[in-house]
């Protein structure tokens, strides 16, 4: 069974870039949910897909925005990139729509902006 | 929303020891989960614990979720135990997302 996986690990941009991150969900989820994680912090729901659809966000602006693709790998955009964008951004998969069921996380991507 | 609170924030033990580490949630829950999150960032599942009891290894979790708070109990600690453990949750009522505490930060030391 293949696990929760993310690209890039690490990536540096400047201020006002836009950058993508990818996530390949674990077989057999299909919903996938993004966080973001600063130093030292817990993790920040930013948004969920459940089914390619966006099924619930958090207080992030609407310049991070996402997809879900039909086999239920996701991305995450971030247009117009700011220094406090800088954080671990976590991919999560899981078997239900919503929160109820076990989520699993990927490894994460690294965001630095300069 | 929803708090979630860890405590203590920080804890530094002698390898053999044991530990307790507690999560504190102020409404209703149907999700509870326990992480590691090792040296690279990874969260690593510890339980899935919404309520009620269980073990793995030297782990070991319980929810009681009428008094709205969970325990994680470590045994015989090792120095691969260290990291930050995080405790997430999500409301009983309505669509919401897993909200995780400010988590707590284990050192064990040889």
């Known amino acids: 069974e293949t696990g929760v996986t993310q690209s890039p690990t690490h990536l540096i941009k400047t201020r006002g870039q836009q950058v993508t991150l990818r996530c390949s969900s674990q077989?057999?989820?299909?919903?996938v949910s993004w966080y973001q994680q600063a130093l030292g912090q817990g993790p920040q729901f930013i948004f969920q897909?459940?089914?390619?659809?966006?099924?619930g966000r958090g207080n992030f602006p609407p310049r991070f925005s996402g997809l879900q693709f039909p086999n239920y790998s996701s991305e995450l955009n971030v247009n117009a990139l700011e220094l406090d964008d800088s954080a671990l951004y976590l991919c999560?998969?899981?078997?239900?729509?919503?929160?109820?069921?076990?989520?699993?996380f990927g490894e994460g991507s690294r965001l630095t902006v300069l | 929303g929803i708090q979630v609170e860890q405590s203590p924030p920080d804890l530094i033990l002698q390898e053999g020891a044991n530990s307790t580490l507690r999560c504190n949630f102020s409404?209703?829950?149907?999700?509870l989960q326990w992480f590691h999150q090792n040296p690279w960032g990874q969260l690593i599942n510890l339980f899935y614990?919404?309520?009620g009891t269980k073990q793995n290894g030297r782990l070991s979790a319980t929810t009681v979720a009428t008094e709205r708070y969970s325990l994680l109990y470590i045994s015989s600690s090792q120095t691969t135990d260290s990291g930050v453990y995080f405790c997430?949750?999500?409301?009983?009522?309505?669509?919401?997302?897993?909200?995780f505490g400010k988590g707590t930060r284990l050192s064990v030391i040889a």
């Open positions: 999560a998969s899981s078997q239900q729509r919503g929160n109820t069921g076990e989520l699993f």
């Open positions: 409404d209703s829950v149907n999700n």
């Open positions: 997430a949750v999500s409301l009983l009522s309505g669509n919401t997302p897993l909200v």
């Open positions: 077989s057999g989820h299909n919903t």
């Open positions: 614990i919404p309520s």
């Open positions: 897909y459940y089914r390619e659809e966006e099924n």
